[in-house]
């Protein structure tokens, strides 16, 4: 028998292992760990053959157990973790942490937790639950399995407790209780919809249900020609375990504003339990909920079922807690909404489809969702034989915080609202990566990500997932471009991309040289940045401009063309050129900085032939060198913010682009209160429908773009118009909602890539930003006169800096050197400190 097998056929492994000698804070930081990935079982290996494994297992939530003995609790345990998909840590009944962040899978990080507040002397129970998904969600993707790693669940853990090592290994237990399932996936949203029948799981579970059928665990070696069946990391398919790269997810205890309830029949049966809840809605014999105040008893029967709806006066996102006392057997079934329901309308074809369902024991009852989902409104089902009371429904927020006391005020209200709705609306789309939607998908597109990324550059102290935006984006397909979104079901298809999401990804690299100028992790992102740009070669025609560009060309959701030769996407290509030029110079990398900047000057060139003199802008494209008449505010701003439009062309642009008369609310996907199937149709067909005037009307840029057109009105000095379109955002925050909207009348009401009035506030009216890359000095430029009074502080990477200013002068309070933009518009320098400058 060969070592390989011999390894396999013990349900152990390689362990347990001799005992590990005294730990030290040191082996914890090493790349080598002395912990070994053990599983639920050993997966049998498949055909000795060199590709992937065909099958691996579907979901599983297992958990896993062992306890250890303290003479005394030391002043630190550390300890660190990962598991294959998603864990929790339960210490002696408490949540110690969970993750990890999502990740490629070859690059799976750990997390760093210290035992020592929930640790007890004596005996200490250690359980761990953990989730394998199976197959690729909207923020998870399967790794590419050997013939035993990754196929299956997996977790490693060491903790240091001071006179030895406690790792996993086969004297760990493991139970399958068979308590949880997904519901099956429907539509595009992706996110898990958990079912969980507490019968089937022990009451005591967080504390070790010592009665319960554990079992030994099994160590998982990877199983690969040259892996000698090794099975503490690093190994294959999960390569170098990582340091978590960002800070800890938390937030509030979220409660309701209002609730109400309504009897109704039992109705049909569905597996889903989003399903089950809209059919309930659907029907035409549905009472009125009454408004009730939690906690509320409940009657049930086998023809009489509840509804309950709660609303929690805003969109929440985090875990969904109801507590309760039930029969054995009652079932609750779950359904998260964005917007009130109201009887009669269909709901829209983007509506979440996310919810979960519960199943009580009789006992103990308490949800407890390990999902993260974002809603508004709770719809429950509730359905079963005797009295319930529903005592609580809360939300625990779970999202990335910002730091610092950043903060912005004005003698306008509506400004101050729309700098604070910013604000949450990114806080809510900040998970452990810039995501969507907190309602829908949840995935992290690599386009969107560059609108939050700018807002946590203005607000918050700790830039770490600014930067985790841009890392975890440099996943580049095999021909050099990047999915539309990374970590999940789409970068695992491999299929088609947005390529201009790949252009404002390579935006939010720059962004960071301007902020931050850390040469070490700028060119770690730099090879993929000229993959990027590089990719758009074969599409450069003699002329100097893109054509026939193939995928996805989104731009935005606005009716803008890209089809043919686009002045838009050749602008955004061009604004990527001159921006690598500024990265690779910066780098060192001379040979590249001269590459990009030749091609931009021959871009600039060859766009003229976009210029629209009679009207004063660019046109949209140009099909088969036929000029078309259809204009944009993207393809103006872009060529302002590219550089392509001279200087002394951008007050005419400004003044054509953000003319409120001549703009208009175009989609080629939606509009009308939500995504509109007819248009979608229409479109995969290649059929467009052109119902404005495109010689004299202005197709407007929505809310995700526009962060492209106000810097272009402030690179034209036009900081009023800028603020004049900023106030359109107000539509959004109405009837309790706080955050602003996917799209003008029509998306989610909470979509991170629409934030772009808080770093605007920030950038353009405060005017803070960096004077240099590195943000060594700043640069403030107030808009002077546009209001009576302005005041806030930004970070720096030394500190906050603070401006205010009204009709008398301004005052400055700074870490850092500083040039100040003077009303005249003449520049002073100015070194770090306080600054009061009165005007007259």
Not at 107 to 132: K, M, W
Not at 424 to 434: G, I, K
């Amino acid at each position: 028998m060969t070592d390989v097998t011999a390894a396999l056929a013990s349900p152990d492994g390689a362990a347990p292992s001799p005992p590990p000698a005294r730990g030290t804070h040191a082996v914890l930081r090493e790349s080598s760990w002395k912990a070994h990935w053990i599983g639920p079982q050993l997966p049998q290996p498949e055909s000795a053959g060199l590709a992937p494994p065909a099958t691996r297992a579907p979901f599983g939530r297992y958990l896993f157990r062992t306890s250890f003995d303290l003479a005394a609790v030391p002043h630190s345990i550390p300890a660190r973790m990962t598991a294959d998909a998603r864990y929790v840590v339960h210490l002696n009944g408490r949540e110690a942490g969970r993750g990890p962040v999502r990740s490629q899978p070859r690059r799976l990080h750990y997390d760093d937790i210290d035992l020592a507040p929930l640790a007890l002397p004596g005996e200490n129970t250690l359980v761990v639950v953990v989730t394998y998904y199976g197959h690729a969600n909207s923020l998870w993707q399967p790794a590419a399995a050997n013939a035993t790693l990754g196929r299956d669940a997996v977790l490693v853990f060491e903790a240091d407790l001071g006179d030895r090592l406690l790792v996993t290994d086969g004297s760990w237990q493991v139970l399958d209780p068979g308590a949880w399932h997904l519901a099956a996936a429907e539509g595009i949203h992706g996110v898990p919809v958990e079912c969980l029948d507490a019968r089937r799981l022990p009451p005591d579970w967080q504390t070790g249900a010592p009665d319960a059928p554990w079992r030994p665990a099994s160590v998982i070696p990877a199983t690969h020609l040259g892996a000698l069946a090794r099975s503490r990391p690093p190994t294959d398919p999960y390569g170098p375990l990582l340091p978590r790269p960002i800070g800890s997810l938390g937030g509030a205890r979220c409660t309701p504003t209002a609730a109400a309830v309504a009897p109704c029949a039992e109705g049909p049966d569905h597996p889903h339990p989003v399903a089950r809840v809209r059919a309930h809605l659907a029907g035409t014999d549905r009472p009125p909920p009454t408004p009730i105040v939690l906690p509320v008893e409940l009657d049930l029967g086998p023809d009489r079922s509840q509804h309950l709806v709660v609303d929690m006066g805003r969109i929440v996102c985090g875990f969904v807690t109801v507590d309760l006392e039930a029969p054995w057997g009652t079932r609750i079934d779950l359904m998260y909404r964005e917007s009130p329901y109201t009887p009669g309308v269909p709901d829209p074809i983007s509506s979440p489809n996310t919810g979960a369902r519960y199943v009580a024991r009789g006992h103990g009852d308490r949800f407890e969702a390990l999902e993260v989902n974002g809603f508004r409104y709770l719809h429950a089902l509730i359905s079963g034989d005797g009295p319930v009371r529903v005592n609580d429904v809360e939300v625990r927020e779970h999202l990335y915080p910002r730091a610092g006391n950043a903060y912005f005020r004005s003698s306008d209200p509506e400004l101050d609202a729309l700098y604070t709705a910013g604000m949450r609306t990114v806080e809510l789309n900040s998970h452990d990566a810039f995501i969507d939607c907190p309602t829908r998908e949840q995935r992290a597109w690599v386009g969107d990500g560059v609108v939050h990324q700018m807002v946590h550059l203005t607000t918050s102290t700790d830039w770490r997932l600014a930067w985790r935006y841009v890392e975890m984006g440099n996943s580049p397909r095999s021909d050099g471009i990047l999915p539309m979104s990374v970590v999940g079901d789409i970068e695992q298809g491999g299929g088609t991309t947005i390529p201009d999401w790949s252009l404002h990804w390579l935006h939010g690299v720059h962004n960071l040289y301007r902020y931050t100028a850390d040469r070490d992790r700028l060119a770690e992102l730099a090879p993929a940045a000229r993959r990027v740009l590089a990719w758009y070669l074969p599409y450069l025609t003699a002329d100097g401009v893109l054509s026939n560009v193939p995928e996805w060309n989104l731009v935005d959701w606005s009716s803008v063309f890209a089809n043919d030769a686009s002045s838009v996407v050749t602008a955004l290509w061009a604004r990527g050129l001159a921006e690598y030029a500024d990265i690779s110079a910066l780098l060192g990398n001379h040979a590249d900085a001269a590459w990009a900047a030749g091609l931009w000057e021959r871009v600039r060139t060859g766009f003229e032939v976009f210029w629209d003199e009679l009207r004063g802008t660019y046109l949209d494209h140009i099909v088969e060198g036929s000029p078309q008449p259809a204009t944009s505010q993207a393809a103006g701003a872009a060529a302002i913010a590219s550089g392509l439009a001279p200087a002394e062309r951008h007050q005419r642009i400004i003044d054509r682009i953000m003319d409120p008369s001549r703009l208009v609310i175009r989609s080629w996907i939606g509009g009308d209160g939500g995504y509109d199937e007819r248009k979608m149709a229409d479109e995969r067909r290649g059929v467009r429908r052109i119902d404005w005037d495109t010689e004299e009307e202005v197709v407007r840029a929505q809310p995700f773009l526009s962060y492209l057109v106000h810097d272009a009105a402030a690179i034209a000095g036009r900081t009023a118009d800028l603020v004049r379109a900023m106030r359109d955002w107000s539509v959004f925050l109405h009837d309790g909602y706080d955050t602003f909207g996917e799209c003008w009348g029509w998306g989610s009401p909470v979509h991170g890539w629409s934030s772009t009035p808080t770093r605007d506030l920030v950038t353009h009216v405060l005017g803070v930003t960096p004077a240099e890359p590195g943000f060594t000095r700043a640069r403030i430029a107030p808009a002077y006169g546009l209001l009576e009074r302005a005041e806030g502080a930004a970070p720096t990477p030394v500190g906050l800096l603070s401006v205010a200013l009204d009709g008398t002068g301004i005052e400055v309070d700074s870490p850092l050197a500083y040039v100040l933009v003077m009303p005249d518009g003449r520049e002073r320098e100015y070194g770090a400190g306080h600054l009061r400058l009165a005007f007259g």
